[in-house]
């Protein structure tokens, strides 16, 4: 949790480098999830990663829906930051964050600790109830 | 008339005197030119810099921007219609002034929550509503985004921090702080000379301070062609600027 460095030693890393992280999100880059659902804050031996952007560029920004690879199972996401620097104005994070998602919108987690930007207030009607459980907006 | 209780003649007492204060010796003293004014080195016609400023000035006439350097703590507001109560407050440092005329740019960078966000400003933009200046402190570089490699506790900043005042208007305090660094790799490779970075405090074993020294350029201060000497740009521009401004 927080801002993981790569000499935190994960188990699966015994001697192999990793690329530093993803600036904008695309298939396998490696993702954090930010809420406190169950399935994002176990650990497990592989970090969660993108395996699929729903976007006509494979490139997925804030808002865009995308499909992880956790603990061995699909699930769909939804961007809430990443390290790409935006337009002027919008916040820049450090790290690439996630948020659970179903297919029908609602949000596996019940509460999302870290700022979510205000631009996802503009599509109210599709994320009106992740936006209910954030916390902090930036 | 003295009339003392004793009823004898009460001693002389020259009246105080006047200390002048030469308000205008001082401000003159200590001049700020914001970086943005100076025109980047090129062919492009002086014309389209002197109409530009004429819109920067205009702005700063409407809208008080206050001198801030790298290193600042300061408090956005801006307009934002997806807030709620429409407006934004973000506090931060700034780690980078960037941008000539009126795409001039600030980042401000701070942790909220473990999370390190930085929002790229821009200082003329007229979605901004305040700039607040709370804490006044330059430090030893121009460009601080080492922050982004160091320990979060060098980039967490209260957001209910309140303004700290400014006694002197002479000086703006440097803080020579040195920055512990999370561990290797880094985005960039701050120990290299092209960065001459010295907030740092570099825990790197010599051997590693000896390499990157390899990356050194030392012919590059002596370069002629590189040389761009803005002292008598920046007095022509200041006076303009200030004569505009106290219209």
């Known amino acids: ?138 | 008339c003295r009339i003392s209780s004793d009823g004898k003649p009460a001693k002389f007492q020259p009246p105080p005197k006047p200390v002048i204060i030469d308000k205008q010796k001082q401000r003159e003293e200590r001049r700020f030119l914001s970086p943005e004014f100076i025109p980047p080195r090129g062919r492009t016609d002086p014309l389209k810099f002197y109409i530009e400023r004429k819109d920067m000035i205009q702005r700063r006439k409407v809208f008080n921007i206050p001198e801030f350097y790298v290193g600042h703590v300061l408090a956005v507001t801006t307009a934002d219609p997806y807030a709620n109560e429409k407006t934004n407050r973000f506090v931060g440092i700034c780690i980078q002034r960037g941008g000539k005329g009126l795409g001039a740019t600030f980042v401000l960078r701070n942790v909220i929550e473990d999370q390190g966000v930085e929002i790229c400003y821009e200082l003329y933009n007229p979605r901004i509503q305040a700039i607040e200046v709370l804490k006044l402190e330059k430090r030893l570089d121009d460009n601080l985004m080492y922050l982004r490699d160091a320990l979060p506790e060098y980039s967490t900043f209260d957001v209910n921090m309140k303004p700290v005042s400014h006694l002197d208007h002479e000086e703006v305090p440097v803080n020579k702080l040195q920055v512990r660094m999370k561990p290797k790799p880094w985005s960039k490779r701050w120990e290299r000379p092209k960065y001459n970075i010295k907030g740092i405090k570099f825990e790197l074993p010599e051997n590693k301070m000896k390499e990157a020294q390899k990356w050194s350029q030392p012919w590059l201060e002596f370069d002629m062609l590189r040389e761009y000497d803005t002292s008598k740009i920046e007095d022509k521009i200041w006076h303009e600027v200030s004569e505009e401004l106290k219209k």
């Open chain 1, 1 to 138: 949790q927080g801002l993981l460095s790569r000499s935190v030693s994960r188990s699966f890393l015994s001697f192999a480098s990793i690329t530093g992280a993803c600036r904008a999100i695309q298939k396998l880059t490696r993702v954090r999830v930010v809420d406190n659902s169950a399935l994002g804050n176990t650990p497990y031996h592989r970090p969660p990663k993108c395996i699929h952007v729903y976007n006509k560029t494979g490139v997925g920004k804030v808002g865009d829906k995308i499909l992880l690879a956790i603990k061995g199972e699909k699930k769909k996401a939804l961007i809430v930051g990443h390290k790409m620097p935006g337009p002027t104005m919008t916040p820049r994070f450090d790290s690439n964050n996630v948020v659970l998602i179903e297919d029908n919108g609602n949000p596996v987690g019940t509460r999302i600790k870290t700022p979510i930007p205000y631009i996802l207030r503009q599509r109210e009607g599709e994320f009106s109830k992740v936006l209910a459980i954030a916390r902090n907006f930036v």
